[in-house]
């Protein structure tokens, strides 16, 4: 049951998608497999095609690596399969290279030539690496801190579609860093972001609903939106819908469903739940 009594949290905004490597969909078939087609192979069979030769096969097989997916973790491995992809000029995987360059995994840490690939790339007009050579020069890593530029590269991934930059220019506008404040646009972000298949964006978008900025309030939609955004796995869904069950300020008070939630939140790393649950819980 949803109450109307106001209730005061504090959002928590992802600044930087650093952690993620923004794999594209701007991918060319190969001759081997049409691309729809790759994401019903196991392993053992993309391994095959990698082996063959497959850029598209050899690009996901290090991503299998690199997040541990059907096999074991390893960057080493990963990097070897990113590089045999990206040698054929196949974007996401050079895209993901310049990742483990700027991480320093799998391969000696590399920060300038991480920059060159994404800037390369952004030049060829894709969308993930014109997302990601705008945190350059947002905190002006490599190049001299730029935001006017920072801006500019995010909406030009934004308008490409890029989920990520939406989300992240969704940011700027509703905090004000580097453009005037605009809490219409920054829902309108939050909201591509999120019909686009972004989870971080499900929070900030519960959220505009909640306090009515940039939309008109509407309590039901941002627990729906809340709701939804823990089942895709959104820590920060999980944790703000916690405290709104803990508190039993906007919907009928639920121990048992808040502590599920702060503990699948905390489960993620997520520090303010992990903080939260030894004040309350433990």
Not at 67 to 86: C, F, L, N, Q, R
Not at 98 to 103: D, E, G, Q, T, V
Request: aromatic share 12%; hydrophobic share 35%; with cysteine.
């Amino acid at each position: 049951m949803i109450k109307k009594t106001a209730l005061l949290l504090v959002s928590t905004f992802i600044i930087f998608s650093c952690e993620s490597q923004n794999k594209g969909n701007n991918s060319k078939g190969q001759e081997v497999v049409e691309i729809g087609d790759y994401e019903t192979l196991t392993f053992k069979e993309l391994e095959v095609l990698a082996n063959k030769g497959d850029s598209i096969a050899q690009n996901l097989i290090g991503d299998a690596f690199y997040y541990g997916i059907d096999t074991i973790i390893d960057y080493e491995t990963a990097v070897k399969w990113y590089e045999k992809s990206a040698s054929k000029n196949y974007i996401d995987a050079q895209n993901a290279l310049a990742f483990c360059y700027l991480k320093g995994r799998g391969i000696k840490q590399d920060v300038k030539r991480a920059y060159e690939i994404y800037r390369n790339n952004a030049e060829k007009g894709d969308s993930k690496a014109i997302f990601n050579l705008s945190s350059f020069y947002k905190f002006g890593i490599v190049v001299e801190r730029n935001m006017e530029k920072a801006i500019s590269l995010l909406q030009e991934s934004a308008e490409k579609g890029s989920s990520d930059a939406q989300n992240d220019l969704a940011i700027h506008y509703y905090n004000g860093i580097g453009v005037e404040k605009n809490y219409e646009l920054a829902f309108q972000l939050f909201k591509s972001a999120q019909e686009n298949g972004l989870k971080e964006a499900y929070s900030p978008l519960a959220w505009c609903y909640l306090t009515g900025l940039g939309v008109k309030k509407d309590l039901k939609k941002a627990i729906e939106i809340y709701e939804a955004g823990s089942k895709n796995g959104c820590h920060i869904s999980q944790y703000n819908l916690g405290l709104i069950y803990f508190e039993g300020k906007l919907v009928d008070k639920d121990l048992t469903k808040a502590k599920s939630l702060i503990k699948q939140s905390m489960e993620q790393g997520n520090e303010q739940a992990i903080l939260f649950w030894n004040e309350n819980f433990k």
